[in-house]
Nanobody, 117 residues
Framework: QVQLVESGGGSVQAGGSLRLSCAASGMLFRFDPMAWYRQAPGKERELVARITSTHITNYDYSDSVKGRFTISRDNAKNMVYLQMSSLKPEDTAVYYC?????????WGKGTLVTVSP
């Protein structure tokens, strides 16, 4: 049973930083693509950042967070992280951890990030 548990959300003022963590359990995920998505009130869920690791590691970021957010993973600990800096009010959303394992999408329950002006 694949499980993803996010943590690290909270409230911060614009310009501040937060680090989100996602703990994965239930399988080996060294080569599985992992990602962070977010969903703001009244909006669709959108990709924030993705990390894929085969013989090289690839990073993808949405244009809105490029240069401010950094995704990383620690395979030994089964963790994936999202370091968020220079936060803006428009970054306010529920952030979800995602993994694609054996062709199936798995999601955590999300962690709320609120950025005040």
């Amino acid at each position: 049973q694949v499980q993803l548990v996010e943590s690290g959300g909270g409230s911060v003022q614009a310009g501040g930083s937060l680090r989100l963590s996602c703990a994965a359990s239930g399988m080996l995920f060294r080569f599985d693509p992992m990602a962070w998505y977010r969903q703001a009130p009244g909006k669709e869920r959108e990709l924030v950042a993705r990390i894929t690791s085969t013989h090289i590691t690839n990073y993808d970021y949405s244009d809105s967070v490029k240069g401010r957010f950094t995704i990383s993973r620690d395979n030994a600990k089964n963790m994936v992280y999202l370091q968020m800096s220079s936060l803006k009010p428009e970054d306010t959303a529920v952030y979800y951890c995602n993994i694609v394992h054996s062709g199936m999408n798995y999601w955590g329950k999300g962690t709320l990030v609120t950025v005040s002006p």
